[in-house]
C-alpha cells in the first residue's frame, strides 16, 4: 500500500470531503464505548450512507466491495481465521487461492494492524474487500454455525448453472396438502434443493444426508466415505424441502409416516445423475438420504479402481471363468456393486448375454440386460432369476444373496453352465463359505459351484500435494506388524484436497481363490479357521497386507487402514 492507502477509512472520509473533522472526532468519540466500526458510526449518525463508503473505498482507493448476501461459504473457511478475530474486527473470509491469497470481507479494510493479525494467524496475503457490518455479522453466524442460512437472501438472484431436472414426474398433480404445494413452488425452496445436489456433486459427495432437528436442518455430505456437515436451514423450511425432493422423486407427499424409496434423474453440466432417495420419519420429522449415482463415471472400469497389479490379475482370471459363482463380500459402503460393473463393463460385448438383477439398479450399462426387483410386488430375487434362466444368459449378475432360495437357484445355474456374479455381507473372504452354508446350502454344492470370494474395503487416498513422509509411531509399527518399513506417508491437509489430507478412495482386497483342496475341505464341512489357515499358506493375500502394501507405496496412511480394518 502506498502512504495514501495507508489512511484509515475515517481519514480517508475528510479527505474526500464527505465529512467534516469535527464529525469525525464526534464519531471517534462513540467508538471508545462501543464494538462497532467508524463506517458504521458514522452512518447511524447520518454522516454518510452507506454508498459513500463503497465510493471512497471502491472508486477512490482501489477496494472492491462484496455482497455477502450472494456468498455461500466453504466451511474450510472457517479454519483459517478464528471466531473471536472475525468477530473482533467484523472480518469474513471468503475465498483462498491458489497464490495463497485470501479474500477477506472487512467492515474497515483500511484497518491495517486487523490485516496483519489476520495475515499471521492465516499464512495468507489478505485481500481486503469492503462488506456491510450487518452482512458480515450475518455471515460470521453462518460460516462458524453460530445461525441459520437465510434462504431468501442467500438464494435470492441466485442462477444455479447446468441444472435441468428430467425426472419423469412433469404433471403436477392436485394434493390435498395445498399449503405445502404452495411453498414447494416457491423459489428459494427449488433453489436450495438444487443447490445442495450440485454442491454435493461438486464435492464428489457420494450421499446426501437431510436431517431435522430442533430448531434447524442438518445437510451433511459423505465424502470419500466420510460424513461432513455442510449447511444448515431454518427448521421453517423443513417440510417444503422434503416435499420438493418428494415431487422431483416422484414420492408421495401426503404420506409422513412411512419410509419411501424413489428416483431423481438430472442433467448437471452435460452429465447425468441418477439419484436414489430414501425417506425415514424421525421423531423431529422426516429425514431424507440421497445417494448420487454418476452416470458417465470412470470408475467402472477396472483399472482405475486401484488395484494392486496381482489382484487386479487375479480378478481378471475369476471373471473370465466360463462358468461357478464369484461373491464380492463386504460391510455397505464398500465398493462391492461398483468393481461388479467394472468386471461386468470388462466382459461386456456382442456375443454375451448380461442379465442383471438390482434392488435398486445403481448404475445403468449398454449392452447389458437390467432388472429391478421389486419385493413388495412380488417379484423378488428368487422369482425374478427363474425367469432369467429362461432368456438364455451367459453371465448373471445377483445383486444381493439375501435368502436360501436365490443362493440355491443361482449355485445351480452356476453348475448348469452359467457365470454368476453376488455379493455377500461378510467381514473376510473365508467367512463367505460359513455363510453360504448357514443360509441351507448343502456343502458340497459350495464347493462344486463356487470360483472365489473378493473381500474388499475403500480406503481414503492421500492428497498426492500435501502428504507428508515421517517416521512412525510404536503403535503403528505394533499394529502393522512389519519389520520392512520405518517410515510412511501421513495426511497432513491443503487446499486442494479441503484440508482433509485426502482426496479420493481405493480399494484393498481379499483374494481367495477356490482350488481342488478347498473344494475337498468345504465338502469335508472343516472349519473356516482351517480353510483360511490354508488359504494364507498358499498365497492369499489378507485385506491387512493388501493395506500395508499401499502404505508402503504412499496410497494410504496407517490411521486410514487401522480404522477400515479395526
Request: glycine letters at 6%; one cysteine or more; charged letters at 30%.
Amino acid at each position: 500500500m502506498t502512504a495514501q492507502n495507508r489512511k484509515k477509512l475515517g481519514e480517508l472520509l475528510v479527505d474526500h470531503e464527505y465529512i467534516s473533522r469535527e464529525q469525525l472526532q464526534e464519531a471517534l468519540d462513540r467508538l471508545k464505548n462501543t464494538d462497532k466500526k467508524i463506517g458504521e458510526i458514522l452512518v447511524e449518525l447520518g454522516y454518510v450512507k452507506e454508498e459513500d463508503l463503497i465510493e471512497v473505498l471502491e472508486f477512490q482507493r482501489g477496494i472492491p466491495h462484496a455482497d455477502l448476501d450472494k456468498y455461500f461459504f466453504d466451511p474450510s473457511l472457517a479454519e483459517l481465521i478464528p471466531e473471536n478475530i472475525a468477530r473482533r474486527y467484523l472480518a469474513v473470509p471468503i475465498e483462498k487461492s491458489d497464490q495463497g491469497k485470501l479474500k477477506v470481507v472487512m467492515a474497515d479494510p483500511t484497518d491495517l494492524v486487523a490485516i496483519d493479525d489476520i495475515e499471521m494467524l492465516s499464512n495468507l496475503s489478505v485481500d481486503p474487500l469492503y462488506g456491510a457490518p450487518n452482512q458480515i455479522r450475518s455471515s460470521i453466524d453462518r460460516l462458524y454455525g453460530n445461525d441459520d442460512i437465510d434462504i431468501s437472501n442467500i438464494f435470492e438472484d441466485f442462477n444455479l448453472e447446468g441444472i435441468e431436472d428430467v425426472s419423469d414426474n412433469q404433471n403436477e398433480e392436485i394434493y390435498e396438502e395445498e399449503e405445502i404445494r404452495e411453498m414447494v413452488d416457491e423459489a428459494p425452496i427449488i433453489k436450495l434443493a438444487n443447490y445442495i445436489i450440485s454442491k454435493a456433486y461438486q464435492k464428489g459427495a457420494s450421499d446426501i444426508h437431510i436431517e431435522p432437528e430442533d430448531s434447524k436442518i442438518r445437510v451433511r455430505f459423505r465424502i470419500d466415505g466420510v460424513l461432513k456437515k455442510e449447511m444448515t436451514a431454518p427448521k421453517s423450511s423443513h417440510r417444503a424441502l422434503v416435499s420438493r425432493i418428494k415431487i422431483i422423486a416422484n414420492l408421495d407427499i401426503t404420506e409422513h409416516r412411512v419410509p419411501q424409496d424413489g428416483r431423481i434423474k438430472m442433467i448437471f453440466k452435460d452429465e447425468k445423475l441418477d439419484m436414489r432417495v430414501s425417506t425415514l420419519p424421525t421423531i423431529k420429522g422426516e429425514k431424507i438420504v440421497i445417494r448420487l449415482l454418476a452416470q458417465n463415471t470412470n470408475l467402472l472400469d477396472l483399472d482405475n479402481l486401484g488395484l494392486s497389479d496381482y489382484n487386479r490379475k487375479k480378478i481378471g482370471q475369476l471373471i473370465k471363468k466360463p462358468n461357478g459363482v464369484l461373491l464380492l463380500t463386504g460391510p455397505t459402503g464398500s465398493g462391492k456393486s461398483t468393481t461388479l460393473f467394472a468386471a461386468l463393463n470388462e466382459l461386456n460385448s456382442p456375443q454375451i448375454n448380461m442379465v442383471t438383477i438390482e434392488d435398486p439398479v445403481e448404475y445403468q450399462i449398454a449392452g447389458i440386460n437390467q432388472v429391478q426387483a421389486k419385493e413388495k410386488s412380488g417379484l423378488t430375487f428368487a422369482k425374478t432369476l427363474r425367469s432369467i434362466l429362461r432368456q438364455d444368459p451367459d453371465i448373471i449378475m445377483i445383486g444381493e444373496m439375501r435368502d436360501q432360495e436365490t443362493a440355491e437357484i443361482a449355485v445351480r445355474s452356476a453348475l448348469t453352465g452359467h457365470l454368476v456374479f453376488s455379493t455377500l455381507h461378510t467381514n473376510d473372504a473365508v467367512s463367505s463359505i460359513t455363510r453360504l452354508i448357514d443360509m441351507g446350502l448343502a456343502p458340497y454344492l459350495v464347493a462344486a459351484s463356487l470360483n472365489g470370494v473378493v473381500a474388499q474395503r475403500l480406503v481414503r487416498r492421500l492428497c498426492p500435494h500435501c502428504k507428508e513422509k515421517r517416521k512412525l509411531e510404536k503403535t503403528d509399527l505394533k499394529f502393522l506388524d512389519n519389520p520392512d518399513f520405518e517410515e510412511a506417508y501421513f495426511a497432513v491437509g491443503c487446499e486442494k484436497c479441503n484440508n482433509t489430507g485426502y482426496d479420493g478412495r481405493l480399494a484393498i482386497q481379499e483374494i481367495f481363490e477356490i482350488d481342488n483342496q478347498v473344494k475337498e475341505m468345504i465338502s469335508d464341512n472343516l472349519a473356516k479357521e482351517k480353510i483360511a489357515e490354508y488359504a494364507k499358506n498358499n498365497g492369499m493375500i489378507t485385506l491387512k497386507q493388501d493395506g500395508i502394501e499401499k502404505i508402503k507405496a504412499g496410497e494410504t496412511d496407517v490411521s486410514e487402514l487401522e480404522r477400515i480394518i479395526y
